[in-house]
């Protein structure tokens, strides 16, 4: 790479940030990115010793749906079939039969009647 007739010899295009988080190749150009909201407004900032429940992101991705499928997927999430993939989901908290951890599912929110969770 050259800067200003510089030539700068540790800049590759293999070290650029902008990858794929579902299939974590390169980018080219600018990437879909994803965010999600907060389970619930806190009445104070977290410690940095808490452990969030979920990440919300912005988490960035190609322009298929498909590579967010797949993030969600490896994470374990569930996916509302009623929703589509948008870049703002909503977490929905799915609680275990047998009291176990809860499960997240996320939805875009864009319909009225009840989730119908499914594995992404």
């Given at each position: 790479m050259?800067?200003?007739?510089?030539?700068?010899?540790?800049?590759?295009?293999?070290?650029?940030?902008?990858?794929?988080?579902?299939?974590?190749e390169?980018?080219d150009?600018?990437p879909?990115?994803?965010?999600?909201?907060?389970i619930?407004?806190p009445?104070?900032?977290?410690d940095w010793?808490?452990?969030?429940?979920?990440?919300?992101?912005?988490?960035?991705?190609?322009?298929?749906?498909?590579?967010?499928?797949?993030?969600?997927a490896e994470?374990?999430?569930?996916?509302?079939?009623?929703?589509e993939?948008r870049?703002?989901?909503?977490?929905?908290?799915?609680?275990?039969?047998?009291?176990?951890?809860?499960?997240?599912?996320?939805?875009?929110?864009?319909h009225?009647?009840?989730?119908e969770?499914?594995?992404?």
């Open positions: 050259e800067v200003v007739n510089v030539r700068i010899t540790t800049v590759t295009e293999d070290n650029v940030a902008r990858r794929c988080d579902g299939c974590l390169v980018i150009g600018t879909w990115r994803l965010s999600i909201l907060d619930v407004a009445e104070r900032a977290a010793t808490d452990d969030p429940a979920i990440n919300p992101g912005p988490f960035q991705f190609h322009s298929d749906p498909a590579h967010v499928r797949r993030w969600m994470k374990g999430y569930l996916f509302c079939r009623k929703g993939v870049e703002i989901m909503r977490p929905i908290p799915v609680p275990a039969a047998d009291g176990g951890a809860v499960r997240w599912g996320l939805c875009d929110g864009l009225r009647d009840d989730h969770l499914v594995p992404a």
